[in-house]
C-alpha cells in the first residue's frame, strides 16, 4: 500500500487488512450485526429531529 490510510488517526496495516479479509471470506453473524447496529442512533435522531 503506497497511500496509507487511517482509522481514528491510527495507520492500517497490511496485517489487519489481511484480517478483516479473513473475516470476510469467513462470512458474518447476520443477527449479531443487527443487534449491534440497534444500540446506534438512527440519521434521524438528532435533537433537531425531535422538535
Known amino acids: 500500500m503506497s ?5 481514528h488517526g491510527v495507520p492500517i496495516t497490511d496485517a489487519q ?3 478483516w479479509a479473513i473475516e470476510a471470506a469467513a462470512g ?3 443477527e ?3 443487534r449491534r447496529m440497534r444500540a446506534r442512533p438512527g ?3 438528532s435533537a433537531e429531529a425531535d422538535q
Not at 3 to 7: K, S, V
Request: no cysteine; proline share 6%; charged share 30%.
Open 3 to 7: 497511500d496509507r490510510q487511517t482509522i
Open 17 to 19: 487488512i489481511a484480517t
Open 28 to 30: 458474518y453473524d447476520v
Open 32 to 34: 449479531e450485526l443487527k
Open 43 to 45: 440519521p434521524n435522531s
